[in-house]
């Protein structure tokens, strides 16, 4: 007999101009317009220090545009998008 996992589904894309305030779990295809780092400090976390990092990301499709908010390791995937000629990237879960 076959296992299924549970939990896993086919994503449904959603356009920028679906979008409410206040909602989740959205999945988007877009474009990175531009990325800037907003805020980056370090914290002394133990014996290590860590950075946080925030940086605001205008994306978007052909319906419209909006400020993405990127932590950490996000922010620095989006400015090596918005510097690359093709720049679509999936937004999964936002």
């Not at 296992?3 to 409410?20: A, C, D, I, N």
């Not at 014996?47 to 908010?69: H, N, S, W, Y």
């Amino acid at each position: 007999m076959a296992e299924s996992k549970p939990g896993l589904r086919k994503p449904v894309f959603t356009k920028v101009e679906q979008l409410r305030p206040g909602t989740g779990g959205h999945t988007l295809t877009v474009k990175v317009v531009s990325a800037k780092m907003v805020l980056q400090k370090g914290r002394a976390d133990g014996p290590q220090v860590r950075q946080m990092k925030i940086a605001e990301c205008l994306v978007g499709d052909e319906t419209g545009l909006i400020i993405f908010t990127a932590r950490n390791d996000q922010g620095f995937f989006f400015f090596e998008s918005a510097n690359s000629y093709s720049s679509s990237v999936w937004l999964i879960g936002s």
